[in-house]
């Protein structure tokens, strides 16, 4: 009965992978990794999210030893990632005599649980290779991936798979297309990206594999205009639209600089205007209030003096006296000889 509902299940999970356009894959004994002497590759061991705060360690039939996560050497490094669910394990400068099997595990309450479990070959040529372990992708853009596969995989179904779900793309979709060259490699070509497609991914012909590392970025914007339009693509309608967004916020932030500075203009304007008519105003009752001006014209008199009896001088005779003077406001001179007057007298001996 368990055999049947675990026959079932595995039925069941296919045909839903089928409906995606991916296979199941279950992993185990298909975990081959072949690597050339001195080459390196970095292996990803997922594990449940309830197990973040566990000890984790990697353990390698070929050195008969346990490394533990956060533990680096010139080697190998084992690093926790608990944001990813996962830990690596990264081996470096690789030798003939590392071939054997290797485990991932998570210490438990009810042991040590077994994550993910390979086999590690070591080949002058490699089976399955990269030409890229890393690639790293914008949010709605593409990236390509090519893998490399020797002679006597040909003939063997290729495939780009993920670790996380253990699911496998076999033939062409929206998002994943598969072109093989039948030259010993084949080119995985990811569009549409999002950032949940960010993760390990590995080229999968026969039972070898080699693992990829996806990096998508989010969204990114340069010199104000977007990189990539919402579906991904550059098309001309696109770029189109991201002018026409641009020239709309470009009015909406002229318009009301346009209209204050119009209002400043006119306000200069109505504020020289009255200061024009102010002065003139000003100048006309400067003029009104100026003190009267008095002209005093050159006063000449005349006179002649009969000196017959000098000592009285009652009796002496003006035979002319005349003063000529012009005056505005007689009243404001009353009582005050003119200024500058000039007097003219003859005087005859008697």
Not at 84 to 113: A, H, I, P
Not at 266 to 291: F, G, H, Q, Y
Request: aromatic share 10%.
């Amino acid at each position: 009965m368990v055999a049947y509902g675990t026959a079932a299940l595995c039925c069941t999970l296919i045909c839903f992978c089928l409906m995606l356009g991916t296979e199941c894959y279950t992993g185990g004994s298909n975990n081959t990794f072949t690597v050339q002497p001195g080459g390196s590759v970095t292996i990803p061991c997922y594990y449940d999210s309830k197990y973040t705060q566990q000890r984790k360690f990697w353990f390698s039939e070929a050195d008969k030893c346990a490394i533990y996560t956060n533990f680096t050497s010139e080697t190998v490094s084992v690093i926790d990632h608990p944001a990813q669910s996962l830990f690596t394990v990264t081996m470096r400068n690789l030798k003939m005599n590392q071939y054997g099997e290797f485990y991932c595990f998570v210490e438990t309450y009810e042991g040590n649980k077994t994550t993910y479990e390979g086999l590690l070959e070591i080949k002058n040529a490699p089976d399955v290779s990269v030409v890229s372990s890393s690639v790293s992708g914008d949010e709605g853009g593409n990236i390509s991936v090519k893998c490399l596969y020797s002679s006597a995989y040909k003939n063997k179904h290729k495939h780009w798979c993920r670790y996380k779900d253990k699911s496998c793309y076999t033939s062409q979709s929206s998002s994943v297309q598969i072109s093989d060259d039948e030259r010993e490699s084949f080119t995985v070509l990811m569009s549409g990206l999002m950032l949940s497609d960010s993760g390990w991914y590995f080229c999968f012909v026969g039972d070898r594999q080699a693992p990829v590392q996806l990096t998508v970025s989010a969204h990114t914007i340069e010199n104000n205009t977007e990189t990539t339009n919402d579906t991904g693509s550059s098309d001309g309608s696109g770029e189109s639209t991201l002018n026409d967004q641009q020239k709309e916020k470009n009015m909406s932030l002229w318009l009301p600089v346009s209209a204050g500075l119009m209002m400043i203009i006119i306000m200069v304007a109505v504020c020289t205007w009255k200061w024009k008519n102010r002065s003139a105003e000003d100048k006309k009752l400067m003029k009104n209030n100026a003190p009267d001006t008095v002209t005093v014209e050159e006063t000449v008199i005349y006179s002649t003096i009969n000196d017959e009896n000098p000592n009285n001088i009652s009796q002496l005779q003006f035979k002319a006296n005349t003063i000529y003077s012009s005056m505005e406001d007689p009243a404001e001179c009353e009582g005050q000889s003119p200024a500058g007057g000039t007097v003219y007298s003859t005087v005859a001996p008697h």
